[in-house]
């Protein structure tokens, strides 16, 4: 862990720094992730997606896509453009807070939980991702919930394009949490977490919680810099007679949706993607570590203006 003579910073701040660009190079940390285990991905790949990004922006000509796709356009080692919309710096993201959490899981005892967490409501029609965040209200919600249980939590914020196959529902943006939290405390109140977020027949399953191994590719997961369709599937007949169950499959988000993904995720910034409750991002000589702080000096996963509450919150429909 960090020594509490480490300065606490801003995702941007650090990566602006001397220390924070070993991150957009192709060194530690590394891992493997999704079912084919392939390695997580490159600087090259990431500057390719860019320049995809940069066409699209491009091709849409609309005056604040052109102006994103000049921004992106400038990102190079030279001055890094901190676009929450960059694919170069959210892999810069990633890969710092997968080294910043690299202790997080023995200073637990090995005793954590990763917990999926969707707020019911929580949807944005296409073409409304307008708010200067976009995680904002699920971000309210979570920071009361763990607040009510007292559960220190580190993660991030990750948005899908929901859409059927058939075209049973309206397509929309669902943004969702990932955080990593101590077992003991969350398992203890998991009933009264759960009443924050109530589930209904588009969201069935509003929490998943599931023991989480320390690995790389999990601290990873909560900030990756890749988003999905989320296309979900009508049963379909197995080869042994039964019919499969309701089903996903995710795709990669291009075309007028990618651009409207891309500006929102530029006005909110790439510190709105990390969520902290009880932690902070800290540097000290070069190295980079989520540290311990008291609850009230907390400050992110709280909306900016914002203080804690002095009041137990309760949830509300």
């Given at each position: 862990m960090v020594e509490n003579r480490a300065t606490l910073v801003t995702i941007e701040g650090l990566l602006r720094s001397g220390s924070?660009?070993?991150?957009?190079?192709?060194?530690?940390?590394?891992?493997?992730?999704?079912?084919?285990?392939?390695l997580s991905k490159t600087a090259e790949q990431a500057a390719h997606q860019r320049d995809l990004l940069v066409n699209a922006l491009r091709r849409d000509r609309d005056v604040e896509a052109i102006a994103l796709a000049g921004k992106l356009t400038t990102c190079s080692s030279r001055r890094r453009c901190l676009s929450g919309g960059c694919?170069?710096?959210?892999?810069?993201?990633?890969?710092?807070?997968?080294?910043?959490?690299?202790?997080?899981?023995?200073?637990?005892?090995?005793?954590?939980?990763?917990?999926?967490?969707?707020?019911?409501?929580?949807?944005?029609?296409?073409?409304?991702?307008?708010?200067?965040?976009?995680?904002?209200?699920?971000?309210?919600?979570?920071?009361?919930?763990?607040?009510?249980?007292?559960?220190?939590?580190?993660?991030?914020?990750?948005?899908?394009?929901?859409?059927?196959?058939?075209?049973?529902?309206?397509?929309?943006?669902?943004?969702?949490?990932?955080?990593?939290?101590p077992a003991r405390p969350l398992r203890r109140r998991e009933a009264r977490f759960r009443e924050w977020f109530l589930g209904d027949a588009q969201t069935p399953r509003p929490i998943f919680?599931?023991?989480?191994?320390?690995?790389?590719?999990?601290?990873?997961?909560?900030?990756?810099?890749?988003?999905?369709?989320r296309v979900t599937l009508l049963p379909r007949l197995c080869a042994d007679g039964s019919r499969s169950t309701f089903g996903t499959r995710s795709k990669p988000i291009?075309?007028?949706?990618?651009?409207?993904?891309?500006?929102?995720?530029?006005?909110?910034?790439?510190?709105?993607?990390?969520?902290?409750?009880?932690?902070e991002l800290g540097a000290s000589r070069g190295d980079v570590e989520i540290v311990r702080v008291p609850p009230m000096n907390s400050s992110r996963g709280i909306a900016p203006g914002r203080g804690h509450d002095n009041q137990r919150p309760r949830p509300r429909a």
């Open positions: 924070g660009s070993r991150f957009y190079g192709d060194g530690a940390p590394r891992w493997r992730e999704g079912r084919s285990g392939s694919p170069i710096c959210g892999r810069a993201l990633q890969r710092m807070c997968v080294d910043a959490t690299r202790n997080l899981f023995d200073e637990h005892g090995g005793e954590m939980l990763a917990v999926n967490v969707v707020m019911r409501r929580g949807w944005i029609e296409l073409g409304d991702l307008i708010d200067d965040d976009i995680f904002d209200k699920t971000r309210r919600r979570l920071r009361r919930a763990l607040q009510d249980v007292n559960v220190p939590a580190v993660g991030g914020f990750d948005i899908s394009l929901n859409e059927h196959e058939t075209e049973e529902f309206a397509p929309y943006w669902a943004p969702h949490a990932f955080i990593l939290v919680i599931q023991d989480f191994d320390g690995r790389r590719a999990g601290r990873a997961y909560a900030l990756k810099p890749d988003f999905s369709r291009w075309g007028p949706q990618r651009v409207e993904l891309a500006l929102a995720l530029d006005r909110a910034g790439l510190d709105a993607r990390l969520f902290l409750r009880g932690y």
